[in-house]
């Protein structure tokens, strides 16, 4: 990378860290820990997935990113284990390719997205679903923020601004109230961030996935946080509505 390139990619993190202050101090999210410089680093900064087997699985999905793809559906294991036929029954036609990887925080995949593999393709379609596992840290919503905004303009860099459909982190853990209040901090953030970039759909299914917020709920694993069969079908269903719904505009 030359030096003009480090210097705007650290004029970039300068910026976000700065957004993401003023964004805590207007909003109060991320009270239990400050939103300090460091975290945004964290949240904004490529970075393999420490665990060796995720980096290892990390680079192999990234090597193999195949010559066309229409549809990318990027995310954690919640992406990872959302089943192809259901994926590609909502994007009929088109070549999907899931890079979910197991264990992803905002900044391992903007390490994935930051590889040459994946300037190669050049998809019309994203789907996102990613930050849980940076919520899983006790990171703070206003670094989450920073780290899935820096995704969203790493993949309009590269692929020139394609639909995306973001689904918000899902509800997770007893009683599905797992840092809910920051939880929809970010949703919110991003939600609104979309709507002023235009060419997004975001997709807010928690009262439906989370059974009224009631456990034990058929739609999620014995964990409350990663999907069973019929959690990928509401995803799914969900999914396909949105796609439905752009077509009609």
């Not at 957004?19 to 820990?33: D, M, P, R, S």
């Not at 300090?36 to 990390?58: G, H, K, Y």
């Not at 969900?238 to 752009?246: I, K, L, N, T």
Request: aromatic share 6%.
């Amino acid at each position: 990378m030359s030096e003009s390139s480090n210097t705007v990619r650290a004029s970039k993190l300068a910026l976000s860290a700065v957004l993401a202050l003023l964004w805590c101090a207007t909003t109060g999210a991320g009270a239990a820990l400050a939103c300090d410089e460091a975290n945004v680093r964290i949240a904004t900064t490529p970075a393999l997935p420490t665990a060796p087997e995720l980096a290892v699985d990390s680079q192999k999905r990234t090597a193999n990113i195949p010559p066309k793809v229409d549809v990318m559906a990027i995310g954690d294991s919640i992406t990872n284990g959302w089943p192809i036929d259901s994926l590609q029954s909502v994007f009929r036609g088109e070549k999907v390719y899931n890079f979910g990887i197991h264990g992803d925080h905002t900044q391992n995949v903007l390490w994935r997205l930051s590889r040459p593999e994946a300037g190669k393709v050049r998809p019309s379609t994203v789907t996102l679903l990613i930050g849980t596992n940076n919520l899983s840290t006790a990171m703070p919503a206003c670094a989450i923020v920073a780290g899935t905004k820096a995704i969203i303009e790493k993949i309009d860099e590269l692929w020139g601004r394609p639909k995306i459909l973001f689904f918000g982190m899902l509800p997770r853990g007893d009683a599905f109230s797992f840092r809910n209040a920051d939880r929809n901090a970010v949703n919110k953030s991003i939600e609104e961030l979309l709507r002023a970039r235009g060419n997004a759909l975001t997709i807010n299914i928690d009262n439906e996935i989370s059974c009224g917020s009631k456990q034990p709920c058929a739609n999620y694993a014995s964990d409350n946080l990663h999907l069973s069969a019929a959690g990928y079908a509401v995803l799914q269903s969900a999914a396909a509505r949105a796609v439905a719904e752009a077509k009609r505009r």
